[in-house]
RNA sequence: GCGCCAGUAGCUCAGCUGGAUAGAGCGUCGGCCUCCGGAGCCGAAGGUCGUGGGUUCGAAUCCCGCCUGGCGCACCA
């Protein structure tokens, strides 16, 4: 094309238009080159348009529209295709390669095993495990880890806690320590240390008692996961970068890099060389204990990452801890490793509001001041939970509905979504079919001239861009809300067309059994289950 | 005081990395309906995108100021 300007392949910018009347696919070219050729974009968009050469067969119709706009509108053929593609890939459908098999390693949940978790954990856990589920998706090797904090101050809290209160169950009333956990399943922890524990019938061993708390609670924290259904791959215990001696190794490497020093007996780690706003302690001094900051094996743990071959990690956090954000990464540079200044990436999610009966709900009778995941999964059931929790963007905060998530109507959004999949496992039921074992050939999904079954196939079309841009952004609520668009698509054929026993019957079964086939991938990838019925 | 996040329909929220007339669900209003599978379907009204500037062909989206709300600003994690 002789235009004046030279424009790279990878410079033609095709998007999909919102208003189907703009066409099925479109580009801006014309807009971003009217400058440079100092002509009007309309006129530019004409002269793009005649020299155009595409393949025969894929486009039915190119228009010039609005300030310069260029509209393809595809042919037919090109949307019963994809029906076949969705079909031959059945369970992989959606999948790509960006990753390349690269590992990467997400971090998520990461609570103190000082009790149960929280709702602000299960945002995170459900967060977590569908970006590492998205990553999955787009090639990269995932590995999902949780780390533990099982080794400061708050740890000799708890273990003090509970021996209060087995002070009290010896019957003697004991204060809690100052910064002790109130919540009952510290007496319950306390009842069964003494069960088993007879050799130690005062909870006299603090170094005992604190490690059965702790193994207590990290096996209570495992229940909790369970009933989310999340798994991971490795659990990383701070109390190990210790013994590995990595956290002193960390400290020093820093000195010897330069940006440390002494003052009040504490030794710093000068990150207003890096952009921080004040100096912070890595070691405080002796009458402080003396021991290292929370800051120090943070660093020495994302080394360890980066050591374990994680070119890429993932760290889903809540908000509040946002300011940890910044330090680490700048404890990284500090050390001159060569790890670059964005490592490790940050999801941050906001704070989760439960509403039950147009009441917040806060107060949970075991933990105390706070409603813990396990107490909304037995209240609404994982699928509902996991949804929600994903369904808004991590950055907004989440007001959690706990009727609508329980409400059995299509205004409760999983059961909306679950229930496309199930519809359309439902005509197959009657049918007397396996939609697994549908097949392409032989289906004339050309003869789908409707326009709901038209829509059908551009969302499905749509599918694996969307996983992927999920996963690029790390957003996996865009994937909620494209199974709720499809859902209500689905839904609007379902009750506006029949299926068996029309002359479309087995097309149509061919594009019933590919929604089917998206929706239970979609509802998949996000760990939420897609029931053949209701 | 400083930093991060948010402010979009009555409510809950999207808005795909700067595109065309800003969308969905619920709620409201007006009509249908009982069908492979359930309170279902169709349509309508509803907006100064917190606010004031700026950048450009074009801004909810990018930049600056201000207002409101949340979260942080420890020798706690």
């Known amino acids: 094309m002789r235009l004046g300007a030279s424009v790279s392949a990878a410079a033609v910018e095709l998007e999909r238009p919102r208003d189907p009347a703009h066409g099925d696919v479109a580009t801006n070219l ?18 793009l ?8 067969g894929l486009v039915r119709e190119i228009a010039v529209a609005g300030p310069g706009f260029i509209n393809f509108f595809l042919a037919e053929e090109q949307f019963a295709s994809v029906v076949a593609a969705v079909l031959a890939a059945g369970a992989r459908y959606g999948r ?3 990753g390349a098999g690269k590992p990467v390693n997400v971090e998520f949940v990461s609570a103190n095993p000082t009790g149960p978790l929280h709702v602000g954990h299960g945002r995170q856990a459900a967060l977590g495990d569908a970006i590492a589920a998205l990553l999955e998706w787009t ?14 101050v708050q740890i000799v809290n708890l273990a003090r806690s509970v021996q209060a209160r087995i002070q009290e169950l010896r019957g003697r009333t004991v204060p809690l320590p100052e910064g002790g956990y109130h919540g009952e399943y510290i007496r319950e922890i306390g009842e069964r240390y003494l069960a088993r524990h007879l050799e130690d019938p005062e909870g006299a061993d603090l170094e005992a008692v604190r490690r059965f708390a702790v193994r207590e609670l990290r096996e209570e924290q495992d229940r909790d996961l369970q009933a989310l259904g999340v798994t991971f791959d490795v659990y990383f215990l701070e109390s190990s970068l210790y013994a590995s001696s990595k956290v002193e190794k960390t400290l020093r490497q820093l000195v010897a890099a330069g940006h440390t020093y002494e003052k009040d007996g504490a030794v710093w780690l000068k990150t207003t060389d890096f952009g921080d706003d004040k100096d912070r302690v890595m070691r405080k001094r002796a009458e402080k204990g003396g021991d290292y900051t929370y800051f120090l094996p943070d660093v020495a743990y994302h080394v360890d990452k980066w050591e374990r071959g994680f070119s890429r990690a993932i760290n889903v956090q809540g908000a509040d801890h946002h300011s940890t954000v910044t330090r680490v990464r700048i404890g990284l540079q500090a050390l001159d490793m060569g790890i670059p200044t964005a490592y490790p990436e940050y999801v941050l999610h906001q704070m989760v509001t439960v509403m039950k009966g147009g009441e917040e709900m806060k107060i949970s009778k075991r933990a105390g001041s706070y409603l ?3 107490e909304l999964v037995d209240e609404v059931g994982r699928d509902a939970v996991r949804y929600f929790f994903l369904m808004r963007r991590g950055d907004s905060h989440l007001v959690f509905d706990v009727d609508l998530a329980k409400s059995q109507t299509e205004e409760n959004p999983v059961f909306y979504v679950q229930m496309a999949h199930a519809r359309m496992s439902g005509i197959f039921r009657v049918a007397s079919r396996a939609p697994d074992a549908v097949v392409p050939q032989g289906a004339d999904v050309g003869m789908l001239h409707q326009p709901e079954e038209l829509e059908l196939m551009k969302e499905l079309a749509e599918f694996p861009a969307m ?18 668009g499809l859902a209500r698509i689905t839904h609007a054929w379902y009750h506006k067309y029949r299926v068996l026993g029309e002359p479309e019957e087995t097309a149509r079964l061919v594009l019933a059994a590919a929604v089917r086939r998206v929706l239970g991938n979609g509802l998949g990838l996000l760990g939420i289950s897609a029931p053949d019925r209701m």
């Not at 999902?144 to 099982?150: A, L």
């Not at 996983?467 to 709720?484: D, I, M, S, W």
């Open 30 to 47: 014309a807009l971003t080159l009217a400058k440079s050729l100092t002509q009007k974009p309309r006129a530019v968009a004409e002269r």
């Open 139 to 152: 090639g990269w090797q995932v590995t999902r880890e949780f780390y533990y904090n099982d080794g400061g």
């Open 96 to 98: 790509s390669d960006a």
């Open 372 to 374: 813990t995941v396990r």
């Open 467 to 484: 996983v992927a841009g999920a996963a690029q952004a790390l957003e996996p609520h865009r994937l909620t809300g494209y199974l709720e």
């Open 49 to 56: 348009v005649a020299a155009l050469e595409l393949p025969q």
